[in-house]
């Protein structure tokens, strides 16, 4: 019995070893390498540097060109937070409302739009707002405008995440027993009551979940937006992330942009974790 179990226990820890392993070569030893050439003055070119003690860091509380970035990933957190939350929250809504064979229709056209990649739909919404939009409304491309570029950017990136949370509310959704809304309607509660005082309460824990995911994900917008506009027009879409990679891979300041990084990754683990624990303790067991 003993040999069983300890071959068990050992089957465990082959199985989860390769995963362990790019783990280590994609992520851990990079990140502990980043560490080490924030301390440095590397251009990411030369095999020779010099290390500046905490002179990066400095830096970045001195950089104006920081403001910008900084302002634009918050507003991304603010929009796409919000707007995912309740875009998510609605689709579904509609999915268990609907009778199952629409239901499982529309949880497909709903969750499709993830399978596309960051890039595809940065393409695809181009297209739609310079041709499309264009043609039927006369209007220029919102990517185009300083004042709309960062709406239509979280639009994008709505349309194409917003589905992976939509399963988390479900899931909550069909955790809900039926017989708290029988008890309501019992006492004469309206919809819009039995929504506030039952459901949103107990979907708290899909709040945790997809809110965490959400702000930290959305701080970090990368992708679309470099995809879509580069981060223009006249930089009004940089994001911090877009500002990190410019730094490292365009300025040739390696070692500067590992230190904004690092106080970046800090920033949203703090958040998370702050985030995280709000929503937690106002958890509601059945």
């Known amino acids: 019995m003993k040999l069983k179990s300890a071959e068990k226990d050992l089957s465990k820890y082959v199985f989860i070893l390769p995963g362990f392993c790019l783990f280590c070569f994609a992520i851990f030893i990079p990140f502990l390498s980043g560490i080490n050439i924030a301390f440095t003055d590397w251009n990411g070119i030369d095999r020779s ?13 001195a950089d104006q060109r920081m403001i910008l970035p900084v302002r634009n990933s918050l507003l991304f ?7 995912g939350t309740v875009f998510s929250l609605g689709m579904a809504l509609l999915v268990d409302y609907k009778s199952n064979r629409i239901s499982n229709l529309s949880r497909t056209v709903f969750f499709l739009p993830v399978c596309f990649s960051s890039i595809l739909t940065a393409f695809i ?4 707002y310079k041709e499309v939009f264009s043609s039927l409304f006369g209007i220029k491309s919102f990517l185009g405008n300083p004042v709309a570029v960062i709406p239509a950017i979280t639009l994008m990136e709505l349309w194409n995440t917003a589905g992976i949370n ?10 809900i027993p039926q017989e708290f809304y029988d008890a309501a309607k019992v006492d004469g509660a309206s919809s819009f009551k039995s929504f506030v005082h039952i459901t949103l309460p107990l979907l708290t824990p899909s709040f945790t979940v997809c809110i965490t995911l959400s702000i930290t994900s959305w701080l970090r917008e990368f992708a679309t937006t470099l995809a879509a506009t580069g981060g223009g027009p006249g930089g009004t879409s940089r994001t911090l992330a877009i500002y990190i990679f410019e730094n490292l891979f365009e300025y040739n300041k390696a070692g500067y942009g590992q230190a904004v990084a690092i106080l970046f990754s800090l920033f949203c683990i703090v958040l998370g974790i702050s985030v995280s624990n709000f929503f937690r303790k106002r958890e509601i067991e059945l």
Not at 51 to 60: A, D
Not at 77 to 83: A, I
């Open 77 to 83: 957190g603010l929009l796409g937070t919000v707007g």
């Open 125 to 128: 919404w181009k297209f739609l």
């Open 166 to 175: 939509m399963l988390i509310y479900l899931a909550g959704l069909k955790n």
């Open 49 to 61: 540097y010099h290390y500046v003690g905490l002179k990066n860091f400095l830096t970045i509380f």
